[in-house]
């Protein structure tokens, strides 16, 4: 996979079930075991981010999810 720095990474992708206003939604996510030296990321859009209208708000610290009509 290759992010940002357009480097290949090494990846892992796990079937998980997160809980989004309550409701559980079924992913796929993708993890990089060298992340953590980096800060925080969100690997891929595809499987959740496209299923709604997000609005980062970092300077409060927010994520507002809205479901796609």
Do not use: N, S
């Given at each position: 996979?290759c992010g940002?720095?357009g480097?290949?990474?090494?990846?892992?992708?796990?079937?998980?079930i997160?809980?989004?206003?309550?409701?559980?939604?079924?992913?796929?996510?993708g993890?990089l075991?060298?992340?953590?030296?980096m800060?925080?990321?969100v690997l891929?859009?595809?499987g959740?981010?496209?299923?709604?209208?997000?609005?980062?708000?970092?300077?409060?610290?927010?994520?507002e999810?809205?479901?796609?009509?």
């Amino acid at each position: 996979m290759c992010g940002i720095t357009g480097a290949l990474e090494p990846h892992y992708i796990y079937p998980i079930i997160i809980r989004v206003g309550g409701w559980p939604h079924k992913i796929k996510a993708g993890f990089l075991p060298g992340i953590a030296k980096m800060g925080y990321g969100v690997l891929g859009q595809v499987g959740f981010f496209d299923l709604f209208v997000v609005k980062f708000d970092y300077k409060k610290e927010e994520i507002e999810l809205k479901e796609k009509k």
